[in-house]
């Protein structure tokens, strides 16, 4: 009976002081009240944005507390700014993901001075699908790829920046089939390099596969004969585009030497991130990682989220955090030749 009078005694002497609230704020859920920001490498409208877009309309009721979800665009860079952002000037509290892009690791194995991150220390919580890429071009310009080697002048390819799959893709195809391209970077978005095709600034450009079947202006420029599927970068044809030869395919017909089909295949192996990667800074607390990750992988599965999904003809193929981490790890370390080799395919 002492002792129970003592804890009430106890307990009053807290309240009296205003610790017995702070006692129960610290037992409410982290996420109560606060707001999750997804900073988005590219514009508005772009696929990444869109994606992000719609974790924010459910994500949050997976999350205890409940928060709010918020999409900031901060484009440039090939989502290089994000990437920056989210690694390095966000607070490591797991109130702050990023939208970039899945080979901004490139960079970083180059040496470019713009990058503040490391890939491997990036928190990972997942991604909605992986696939490859898609290689295209303006139809009445070229219908296949000899069309391309065969040209007086190299076809200008637009990409944003140094890393991302419209500008890499067109420098492996030079690399492994020998095409002579010409790469024009600077530009915002894929919106930008939408108009740029069809004002006929450039002739081609490369983009994820989810990208090219899941939002205009794809879907009328196949339908019209605007643009010509030349080749995609995964390891079997996607059944979307049976007749679309593959790079390896390619590769074995053209034969290409060995050293630059590793160099392909190191590069092409980082669709294991898929074209989404979803990250959080480094030092986000554990258990937090393991809210996100959790709360994401219940979003893929919302029944209205995969209405969206399916209206928008995205693929839901998805990669757990896990995965994506133990693939950092594995890809931010190859050996020194692929590393020269990539400075030497992806110098500007």
Known sequence: MRGYVKYCLVLLVLYSFGLGRVVYAQGEPFYKGKTINIVVGYNPGDAH??????????????????????????????TMIAANYVYGVAEADGTTLGSIFPTLYFAQLTGRKEVKFDWAKFTWIGSPEHNGSVFYARADRYKTLDDMRKAAEPAKCSTTAVGTSSHYIPKLIEETLGIKLTVVTGYPGGAEQDLALERGEVQCRAVASSTFFGREPYFSWLKK?????????????????????????????????????????????????GPYPIVAAPGVPAERIKILREAYGQTLKTPEFLEEARKNKWEIKPVGGDELDALAKEVANPSTEVIERLKSLLGD
């Open 49 to 78: 944005d869109l994606w992000a877009r719609a974790y924010a309309r459910y994500m949050g009721r997976y999350i205890p507390g409940n928060p709010n979800l918020l999409v900031r665009n901060m484009p440039g860079g090939g």
């Open 225 to 273: 004969g605007f643009v010509r599927l030349l080749l995609q970068t995964s390891r079997k044809r996607d059944a979307k585009m049976p007749d679309v030869p593959t790079l390896f395919e390619l590769m074995d017909k053209e034969k290409t030497p060995a050293r630059s089909r590793l160099l392909a295949n190191v590069m092409l192996d980082a669709g294991g991130f």
